[in-house]
């Protein structure tokens, strides 16, 4: 109240020409007045990126002579003609380095059904310190190595890509794609409540506990 009270004083004074606000003022205003108000309107409950949804995907690349690759909910089809999709990938991962040397990723769409070790040996370590598919079976698709147990696969070109302050957004351009063993894919939603899995860091979606 005190604060609304003392700007519409300065207000009235600086329409009077009486008193001009310093830069020094301005900020001590918007620091102690303005902000707090603008962050008691909105509450940013993170609880509310919870609700978006979600699948869970190998992101696999070709590496000098083997395959490696992480797991990521963040991809999405852009368009259809021609077909386009986005994968979110953070810079610290080793599959980003993989993507931005080849300007190449494949997506396998891993199911209810699939093993969900292969979440744990690629979504839990770094193609840095081991070879991820000493013990995943996968087969080539176009030079792509895709996870054999999977519902489907997409591999593409990079074609587009855009840096946030932590990731990447890969556009690509699909290449080829179809049907592995089909059935019902996994959710995000499937992943946390029935798996009981969790989201790392790097995760774009990682909200911390
Ligand atoms: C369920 C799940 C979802 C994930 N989603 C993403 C994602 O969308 N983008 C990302 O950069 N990392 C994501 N991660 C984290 C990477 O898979 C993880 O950091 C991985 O160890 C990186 O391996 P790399 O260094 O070999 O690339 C996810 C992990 C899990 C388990």
């Given at each position: 109240?005190?604060?609304?009270?003392?700007?519409?004083?300065?207000?009235?004074?600086?329409?009077?020409?009486?008193?001009?606000?310093?830069?020094?003022?301005?900020?001590?205003?918007?620091?102690?007045?303005?902000?707090?108000?603008?962050?008691?309107?909105?509450?940013?409950?993170?609880?509310?990126?919870?609700?978006?949804?979600?699948g869970?995907?190998?992101?696999?690349?070709?590496?000098?002579?083997?395959?490696?690759?992480?797991?990521?909910?963040?991809?999405?089809?852009?368009?259809?003609?021609?077909?386009?999709?986005?994968?979110?990938?953070?810079?610290?991962?080793?599959?980003?380095?993989?993507?931005?040397?080849?300007?190449?990723?494949?997506?396998?769409v891993?199911g209810?059904?699939?093993?969900?070790?292969?979440?744990?040996?690629?979504?839990?370590?770094?193609?840095?310190?081991?070879?991820?598919?000493?013990?995943?079976?996968?087969?080539?698709?176009?030079?792509?190595?895709?996870?054999?147990?999977?519902c489907?696969?997409?591999?593409?070109?990079?074609?587009?890509?855009?840096?946030?302050?932590?990731?990447?957004?890969?556009?690509?351009?699909?290449?080829?794609?179809?049907?592995?063993?089909?059935?019902?894919p996994?959710?995000?939603?499937?992943?946390?409540?029935?798996?009981?899995?969790?989201?790392?860091?790097?995760?774009?979606?990682?909200?911390?506990?």
């Amino acid at each position: 109240m005190h604060g609304f009270f003392s700007i519409a004083v300065m207000k009235k004074s600086v329409k009077k020409n009486k008193y001009r606000l310093t830069e020094k003022e301005n900020v001590a205003i918007l620091n102690i007045v303005i902000i707090p108000i603008i962050k008691r309107r909105y509450k940013m409950n993170s609880n509310a990126f919870r609700s978006l949804s979600y699948g869970v995907y190998a992101v696999t690349v070709w590496d000098e002579g083997r395959p490696t690759g992480c797991i990521a909910n963040s991809a999405m089809q852009i368009t259809s003609t021609p077909a386009t999709i986005a994968i979110s990938i953070n810079h610290d991962n080793y599959t980003h380095e993989c993507i931005t040397r080849s300007g190449k990723f494949a997506l396998s769409v891993l199911g209810e059904e699939s093993d969900v070790s292969v979440i744990g040996t690629l979504g839990y370590q770094s193609g840095r310190d081991v070879n991820k598919f000493d013990n995943i079976a996968y087969e080539l698709k176009g030079f792509m190595p895709v996870i054999k147990d999977a519902c489907a696969y997409i591999t593409c070109d990079v074609i587009d890509k855009m840096d946030t302050d932590t990731h990447t957004v890969f556009l690509g351009k699909v290449m080829d794609c179809d049907v592995l063993k089909g059935g019902e894919p996994m959710t995000y939603a499937y992943y946390h409540k029935v798996v009981k899995g969790k989201s790392p860091k790097n995760a774009p979606t990682y909200i911390p506990e």
